[in-house]
Every structure is written in structure tokens, then in C-alpha cells.
């Protein structure tokens, strides 16, 4: 058992006063969560190197070694998700503190000053300590990772961090987006679309695709369905290409591009599926240094990951009204043409959240159907949502 009088619980307590924004009374609560190793619920045995793991967190955090602190707890936070549902309280209300104390040793720089924690087979070890047991007992794959963003993370806190990528990156205007989006709902299964090629190679399982040909045509193969696609270059050349044509803006094509050290990100992934690789409600352009966030996918609601992509989402869907009959009508009469599909989910209830001031593409014209001149570009305008 571990004791709340312990310096990991002292000094987290101290920091959820602070860098968590909680009351006393709540850090008294997540406090609470942490006071027992729940061995027999996790079916851990006195063998198991993570057995009696709020003590071996201590231990970790009392020799600095933050890494193999923050290993232990994602490895209790995945055999807690293991049990699935219905889920205890007081494992579910741990899991939610630990995932916090996660965030907090993340924040910690590791410090291990020397070697004194040796394994307990160790005639000459001066202590009985196991930690070096712990240490060895877990593969290097499964270690916490090491991210040069969460740097950033720490020193901003996540909600300044997520405004300040939303806030710079660029999103497009609703006529851009309406006009790819009419264009690909006319051309699905008539005419080939551009797509990724997709890594999936067996055909005839429902809801995958595969790529394949019918004489020089490329077909995206769905649920016995063969639509007409044209498979991307490179991965992203028909984006650029198309946000080059409405826009006159380039990215991604070298030292020349307007949009320097930016990528392109599709929110909903699936870019091997026609109906999302250019459809540009999917597609946002985000700074390099945000973008490895945004390509994980989390189940994990309280990750960084999970909580950009998902404000990215929000926004979207608002912008651009993903929530819409019309949209919604539209959505399912192309997977009827593709066979039953997977519904998508769009999330609303952006009132709730945060206002950003984000940066919106426009067509390069003067909004009333006059192009600029050649080498002029679409004006980018500051909307507030």
C-alpha cells in the first residue's frame, strides 16, 4: 500500500494546487485514488514486477527515474482498460488520478544521479531494492516515450497549447469546402476520384477497401463495390494540387512554398477512402512541430492527442456544417454506393469549449467570381468561432 504521506503523493498534491487548477478539495480527491495497489482486482501476484505498483512508483520517483515511473502507471492504465465494462469506482476513479500523475512526472526531468538501485541478485547490492528487476522486466518498446512536444505541453499547459496550435494553423472557406465537397458527391462511383493507395491487400471483408484494376482503371473495392479512383502520387499531391488551383497557395513542394515548416493533416484520417482525401472539411494545415499529435489516433479521452484532434473536429464540423441534414443526406447516400459502411461520427457542442480566432482560406478572388491577378494568392481572414 502506498502512503499518502509519500514524496510522490506529497509533491502532487502540491502540483494539482497549482499546474493542475484544482481546489484542495479536489486534489484531496485524487490524493484519495492513489492510496492502494489494487492487486487483486488487476490479478497481480506478489511475482509480478508491477505488483504493489503505488509503492514501485515511489520508489522510481524517490531515485529520479521518472521514465520507469511513468512506464509503470501506463502499464497499469492498460491492464486496468483491459477489464473492459462495467467498471469498478475505485478503479476507474484511480485510473483518472493516475493518468494525471502520468502528466506530472512527464512534466519532472528524469534525474537518476547514480547507479545504487542494482538488482536484488546482486551479492553486493546494499539494499534489497527490485527496481533494477522492474527496470529489466520491461521491453524497450514498451517504454514511455520520449516526446520533444510535450516540452512544450508542460511549459504552455494544454489548453494554451491547443489554442496555440488551432490558432496557427489554416482552415479553408466554406465555399472551397462546399464546392470539393459537391464535386465529389457528383463523381463518387462515376468518375475516378483522387485517393491514397491503401496498405489493406484482402479483398471481401465488409467495411475494408482494397486497391485493384479493371483494365488501366484504378478501383477503390469496397463491400463488392469497384469505385473509380486516381491513386495519389506521393500522398499528397492532389491536395496540394487542388489548394494550389482554388487558392494559388503551395505547400510541401520544397524551399519555394509559401507555407513554410506546415502539413498537411486530414482530422479523420481514411485518406485511402475517395470520399475523404480531398474532400477539405477533412483537411486542415497545421504546424510540423503539432502534427506527429494529430496523426495518433486516441481512444484515450484525457490524452493531448485525443483532445487536439477532437477540438480540430469540433471546429470543423461548425465551420462548415458536418451537422447539417443536407450533409448528412449527402454522407449516406455515398455509402450506400459503397455498400454498408461504418458510420462516421462528427462531433458538435463547440459552444461549450473555448473561442479561437482561426485563420480561414479564401478562393483567390474578389468573392464575387473575379480572379486576382496569376500571381496573387487567396486572402486569409480572421474568423472568430
Same mark, same amino acid.
Given at each position: ?69 511513468? &512506464?509503470? $502507471?501506463? @502499464? ?5 482498460? !483491459? ?5 469498478? +469506482?475505485?478503479?476507474? *476513479? ?117 486497391? &485493384?484494376? $479493371?483494365? @488501366? ?5 469496397? !463491400? ?5 479512383? +486516381?491513386?495519389?502520387? *506521393? ?151
Amino acid at each position: 500500500m502506498a502512503k499518502t504521506s509519500s514524496k510522490v503523493i506529497t509533491d502532487f498534491k502540491e502540483w494539482l494546487k497549482g499546474n493542475g487548477k484544482l481546489t484542495p478539495k479536489s486534489a484531496n480527491s485524487y490524493i484519495s485514488y492513489l492510496g492502494v495497489s489494487y492487486n487483486n482486482d488487476l490479478s497481480l501476484v506478489s511475482t509480478d514486477n508491477v505488483y504493489n505498483y503505488m509503492d514501485v512508483i515511489e520508489q522510481f520517483y524517490q531515485v529520479g527515474d521518472m521514465l520507469y515511473a511513468v &512506464t509503470v $502507471i501506463n @502499464n497499469i492504465i492498460e491492464r486496468i482498460n !483491459n477489464l473492459g465494462t462495467p467498471l469498478l +469506482k475505485a478503479l476507474n *476513479d484511480q485510473r483518472s488520478a493516475l493518468k494525471k500523475l502520468r502528466v506530472f512526472l512527464r512534466s519532472m526531468r528524469n534525474n537518476v544521479q547514480d547507479r545504487t538501485y542494482l538488482s536484488k541478485k546482486n551479492p553486493n547490492n546494499p539494499t534489497s531494492s527490485i527496481l533494477d528487476d522492474v527496470r529489466e522486466s520491461f521491453s524497450k518498446g514498451s517504454l514511455d516515450k520520449i516526446d520533444c512536444v510535450r516540452v512544450l505541453i508542460d511549459i504552455l499547459g494544454e489548453e494554451t497549447f491547443i489554442k496555440v496550435v488551432i490558432e496557427n494553423s489554416f482552415f479553408f472557406d466554406k465555399k472551397i469546402v462546399d464546392d470539393q465537397r459537391k464535386d465529389i458527391f457528383d463523381k463518387l462511383g462515376k468518375q475516378p476520384i483522387p485517393a491514397r493507395k491503401t496498405t489493406k491487400t484482402q479483398s471481401g471483408n465488409p467495411g475494408v477497401g482494397v486497391n &485493384t484494376k $479493371i483494365g @488501366n482503371l484504378d478501383i477503390y473495392q469496397i !463491400n463488392g463495390c469497384n469505385i473509380p479512383i +486516381k491513386l495519389d502520387g *506521393d500522398g499528397n499531391k492532389q491536395v496540394r494540387d487542388i489548394i494550389k488551383e482554388k487558392t494559388g497557395y503551395t505547400i510541401s513542394s520544397g524551399r519555394k512554398c509559401i507555407f513554410q515548416n506546415y502539413i498537411i493533416s486530414h482530422l479523420w484520417g481514411k485518406a485511402y477512402d475517395p470520399r475523404y482525401f480531398t474532400n477539405f472539411w477533412n483537411i486542415v494545415i497545421v504546424p510540423a512541430w503539432a502534427n506527429s499529435l494529430l496523426d495518433k489516433e486516441s481512444g484515450d479521452e484525457d490524452s493531448i492527442e485525443f483532445k487536439l484532434k477532437d477540438m480540430f473536429k469540433k471546429i470543423c464540423v461548425a465551420l462548415y456544417g458536418l451537422d447539417d441534414f443536407q450533409f448528412s443526406e449527402e454522407w449516406d447516400d455515398m455509402a450506400s454506393r459503397m455498400g454498408p459502411t461504418s458510420n462516421e461520427k462528427f462531433p458538435s457542442n463547440i459552444s461549450k469549449n473555448p473561442t479561437y480566432q482561426i485563420s480561414v482560406i479564401h478562393e483567390k478572388n474578389d468573392g464575387a467570381g473575379l480572379s486576382y491577378g496569376s500571381s496573387q494568392v487567396g486572402r486569409i481572414i480572421l474568423q472568430v468561432i
